[in-house]
């Protein structure tokens, strides 16, 4: 099970560092076409040959397309907002990216159970889905639905105006000796773990969750644990706006760390107590994780004084941890049971904590407060 999610983290590893490239040759703008065609094709090819094989191939593309995605969209985002807004801006990323993913799983949900009780009287997408969807199979219309929003994003950003981004010398991607000199710096390692150890959390919950709930609660996953996940994103996204007012109040390392705390503390209840307690448990833990890749994301860029552009394609590597981490707990899941395999996240959350703690931001983010004292 576990595969799958690797193969399309695996891409954010293979594709980020060659997408900055990418957009060092030809903008932002025919990346991002070109990023919507991969996922167009990743989708298309699951969709019309399902098999394991064309699964694995069709995640790895689809990854490939996001890594680009994120890579361009990057610049955009510090372009229209200031370095010093930054960790606002992108929590304001991370509550779309939210709520997009809570109303992913209850798309899911809704597709299979009206294709697997398909009707006469059904409307017209679970009509036109039923004719090329087989009845054994009905999760792969998602990939259908896929298919057409990266087809009709690939028109709209063709047609849309993306302004250019003019980066300063040290906003560029570097050469490889650049990309070298970056890796041997402490706080870049550090930082790279830390992006790494969050994805790794927000995916080993996001795929264990549903099976965890029906292993030791009994839970229908195509029902109930689909409902969690939804909740668990959803939750992210009330935690995104509950972040985006924090942040213009209080310095992020000590968001960073609040929230971090309530997210072991959720997580704790979630693996220990009751299956009512664990079905809000678990989608709590996405609140309390919604400041977490923007804040640390926003730290890292802020802790070296030059070479953004290539330290920020580094960081979008470490979302390989999307890959891994899942991967890991799997495999302990099978030696010592889900909940025991489920326990590494505690190391991943204790990283993050750390964070707080020893980042040294060269530019903090702006608060209400640190406004008022600059304009005394």
């Keep these: 099970m576990a595969v799958l999610p690797f193969a399309f983290f695996i891409a954010y590893g293979v594709m980020s560092i060659p997408s900055g490239l990418l957009i060092e040759k030809f903008q932002e703008k025919p990346v991002m076409v070109a990023a919507f065609a991969v996922a167009f094709v990743g989708s298309s ?62 798309v899911y949900s809704s597709l299979v159970r ?31 639905l896929f298919a057409v929003i990266a087809l009709l994003m690939i028109g709209i950003v063709s047609v849309s105006r993306i302004p250019k981004v003019e980066r300063k010398a040290e906003e560029q991607v570097g050469a490889f000796t650049t990309h070298m ?11 790279f773990l830390g992006i790494f150890t969050y994805v790794g959390l927000e995916q080993g919950i996001a795929n264990w969750m549903s099976q965890f709930l029906n292993t030791y609660h009994g839970y229908d996953p195509q029902t109930t644990g689909a409902r969690a996940v939804a909740w668990f994103w959803g939750f992210m996204t009330i935690g995104g706006i509950a972040g985006i007012v924090l942040l213009k109040l209080i310095d992020s390392k000590i968001v960073l760390v609040f929230f971090t705390i ?10 220990f107590l009751s299956g009512p307690v664990a079905r809000i448990a ?23 004084a030059e070479h953004h552009g290539s330290f920020s394609g580094i960081l979008v590597s470490a979302i390989i941890g999307g ?44 608060t209400i407060a640190s406004r008022k004292k600059e304009a005394v």
Excluded at 181 to 191: A, D, E, H, Q, S
Excluded at 263 to 270: G, L, P, Q, Y
């Design 45 to 106: 090819m699951l969709a019309l040959y399902p098999n394991y094989l064309t699964a694995i191939w069709s995640l790895f593309l689809i990854g490939s397309g996001m890594a680009m995605l994120q890579v361009a969209i990057n610049p955009l985002l510090r372009e229209a907002g200031g370095e010093e807004h930054y960790a606002f801006n992108a929590t304001v990323a991370q509550l779309v990216f939210g709520s997009a993913s809570f109303l992913s799983p209850l």
């Design 262 to 271: 309530a997210a072991i503390i959720s997580f704790t209840a979630a693996l």
């Design 323 to 366: 890959a891994v981490v899942p991967l890991i707990v799997g495999g302990l899941g099978d030696l010592f049971g889900l909940r025991g395999g489920m326990l590494f996240l505690y190391l991943t959350m204790g990283f993050i904590l750390s964070i707080g703690f020893w980042a040294k931001p060269l530019i903090p983010n702006v």
């Design 114 to 144: 009206n294709l697997e009780s398909r009707s006469a009287d059904s409307n017209l997408l679970i009509t036109t889905l039923s004719r090329v969807v087989p009845d054994d199979i009905p999760w792969i219309s998602l990939y259908w």
């Design 282 to 304: 678990f989608p709590l833990v996405g609140f309390f994780s919604a400041v977490m890749y923007p804040v640390i994301f926003s730290l890292a860029l802020n802790s070296v």
């Design 181 to 191: 000199g970056l890796l041997k710096n402490p706080t870049v390692i550090l930082f």
